[in-house]
């Protein structure tokens, strides 16, 4: 297994640019999250899925939209990019409630 | 919502020493996570707590949950190097996907 995977690993943006930050799992995991790390801030969650279909909103999810059409893929899209939105992004799955979240490497977003 | 706060923010240790870091929650734990980074990468899985009391180790890493579940600690008994990068504890209000973090600690450990 490969475990979570995202990429890309390094990202530069200008502000007002669009992305999409990919993030897959091949362990069949119902449960996918995305996260944002910033210095000071520990992680906080920005959007989350608990199924194929099924998303909804952490604690910062504005500016970030996702989508859940298959289980192994949860990507993140930014629609118009801002510095604030620089940041370490980190993406996770687990199984089902209670269980351990396994977390992909991250991308490494800088917008200017 | 819930919070956590971890402690110390960061810590150097000499190697061989013991080093104990904790992670004390704003409401009562229904799970509690501790997760190990290494500078510039992942999170690395290393315990879950989820009993008032429980008590979980691994190799030199043991982990307590307290008995009103809203503080648990890290200890690592004889620090090596390879224990270096940011400890994070992680609570679970219910749902997997719903992590909150804490903030993490710094460890170095020094030759």
């Known amino acids: 297994n490969a475990g979570v995977t995202q990429t890309p690993k390094f990202q530069v943006l200008k502000t007002g640019q669009s992305m999409t930050l990919q993030c897959a799992q091949d362990m069949n995991h119902e449960y996918m999250s995305w996260y944002r790390q910033d210095p000071g801030m520990g992680l906080r969650l920005i959007h989350y899925?608990?199924?194929?279909?099924?998303?909804d909103q952490g604690e910062v999810p504005n500016g970030y939209n996702v989508s859940r059409s298959t289980t192994e893929d949860f990507p993140l899209r930014l629609l118009s990019a801002a510095p604030s939105q620089t940041s370490v992004y980190f993406c996770?799955?687990?199984?089902?409630?209670?269980?351990?979240?396994?977390f992909g490497p991250g991308t490494r977003l800088t917008v200017t | 919502s819930q919070e956590l706060e971890q402690s110390p923010q960061s810590l150097i240790v000499q190697e061989g020493k013991n080093l104990t870091i904790n992670c004390t929650s704003s409401?009562?734990?229904?799970?509690l996570y501790w997760y190990k980074q290494k500078y510039g990468e992942g999170l690395i899985f290393l315990m879950m707590?989820?009993?008032?009391?429980e008590e979980k180790s691994h190799e030199k890493i043991t982990a307590k949950l307290d008995e009103k579940k809203q503080q648990s600690s890290l200890h690592i008994t004889a620090s090596q190097p390879s224990h270096a990068g940011i400890y994070l504890c992680g609570a679970d209000p219910g749902t997997a996907s719903k992590l909150t973090f804490g903030t993490g600690t710094r460890l170095q450990v020094t030759l």
């Open positions: 996770a799955s687990s199984y089902v409630q209670g269980n351990e979240q396994y």
């Open positions: 899925s608990v199924g194929a279909g099924i998303t």
């Open positions: 409401k009562t734990l229904y799970g």
């Open positions: 707590l989820q009993k008032g009391g």
